[in-house]
């Protein structure tokens, strides 16, 4: 158990609707990562929040976005939801000091209908 | 240009023999460091060793070991007496120290499968 929890764990919906996918990192971690890991795509980096100010972002589309609460906990929202979409989310977070690591949640597996 | 580069899809690998799986890396940042992860069928990611670009000797955990060549920008998992629970995908992965976030970039993975 990595300590990073992830709701939900399965989400089926249909094409054009809105999810929200919800992250608490560890304990004591102020940096979330959100990553999407589909079959052609690998591991890509969605976007970074240190503390709840955006610290980073990659390949994340405009219908996406996401934010980072004053507890901590992040999420990550998709809306105009296309068949592409389809993937398994993954919340990171990492420690202040160490060399790195991320601790990845078990993932949010969206299918998209 | 691939930051990360897995160059081995799949790779089988007879139980209790040692495996290398191949990671190169593309940077101009000197200060980096090299992660590798395993995810089972299950799905979630385990991050197995750490490597930074400046530690001396090549970082060892357990039965992971990880080859740092840096002059030909390779980082390669050597598992040593492998297990059936060793099957799994296998993703080399990279931070950059000059990036404004210290965001993980990941390679496209090598599944490993362990015969008994």
């Known amino acids: 158990d990595s300590g990073v929890t992830q709701t939900p764990k399965h989400l089926i919906t249909a094409t054009g609707q809105r999810v929200t996918l919800r992250c608490s990192p560890r304990s004591g971690d102020l940096s979330v990562y959100w990553y999407q890991q589909s079959l052609d795509q690998g591991l890509q980096f969605l976007i970074q929040?240190?503390?709840?100010?955006?610290?980073a972002k990659g390949n994340i589309l405009e219908r996406f976005s996401a934010q980072q609460f004053p507890d901590l906990h992040s999420e990550l929202n998709l809306s105009s939801l296309e068949l592409g979409d389809s993937a398994l989310y993954f919340c990171a977070s990492s420690k202040r000091g160490g060399p790195g690591e991320l601790f990845f949640g078990e993932g949010s597996r969206l299918t998209v209908l | 240009a691939q930051k990360i580069t897995q160059t081995q899809p799949g790779m089988f690998v007879q139980e209790k023999e040692a495996v290398t799986l191949d990671c190169t890396y593309d940077t101009s940042d000197p200060s980096y460091g090299l992660f590798w992860y395993k995810q089972p069928s299950s799905g979630e990611m385990i991050f197995l060793i750490y490597?930074?670009?400046?530690?001396?000797q090549n970082a060892t955990e357990g039965r992971y070991s990880l080859n740092f060549q840096k002059a030909r920008k390779s980082a390669n998992l050597v598992i040593s007496a492998s297990q059936l629970g060793d099957s799994a995908m296998y993703f080399c992965?990279?931070?950059?120290?000059?990036?404004?976030?210290?965001?993980?970039?990941f390679g496209g993975g090598t599944r490993l499968m362990v015969k008994p």
């Open positions: 992965a990279m931070r950059e120290d000059n990036n404004a976030g210290n965001m993980l970039t």
């Open positions: 929040y240190y503390n709840g100010e955006e610290r």
């Open positions: 490597q930074g670009s400046y530690d001396q």
